[in-house]
Nanobody, 113 residues
Framework: DVQLQASGGGLVQPGGSLRVSCVAS????????IMWLRQAPGKGLESVSR???????YYLDSVKGRFTISRDNAKNTVYLQMNSPNPEDTALYYC???????WGQGTLVTVSS
């Protein structure tokens, strides 16, 4: 079965840093793009970042320069390094396999002092 397991969320202060991870299983990880989506309280889903099979990266404009996506194909893992987060980044973060059929359970990131 295809599974995606997100972890690493928590409380972080504005200007701090946090890394969330997504471990995948049940498919050939290296041949799929993986995305991070988020849903803030009372708001809709938005795509935060994407990393393709070849390592090409894409970012939501509001996180460019602050967030970095990476992947370790040997560990079937995608990371989202969040630097200098602000309260607007507070959300439930989901990792999603390309095609949007398979989602992790979400990990909550709260940015607050």
């Amino acid at each position: 079965d295809v599974q995606l397991q997100a972890s690493g969320g928590g409380l972080v202060q504005p200007g701090g840093s946090l890394r969330v991870s997504c471990v995948a299983s049940g498919f050939t990880f290296s041949t799929y793009a993986i995305m991070w989506l988020r849903q803030a309280p009372g708001k809709g889903l938005e795509s935060v970042s994407r990393i393709n099979e070849d390592g090409e990266e894409y970012y939501l404009d509001s996180v460019k320069g602050r967030f970095t996506i990476s992947r370790d194909n040997a560990k079937n893992t995608v990371y989202l390094q969040m630097n200098s987060p602000n309260p607007e980044d507070t959300a439930l973060y989901y990792c999603v396999r390309e095609g949007m059929h398979y989602w992790g359970q979400g990990t909550l990131v709260t940015v607050s002092s």
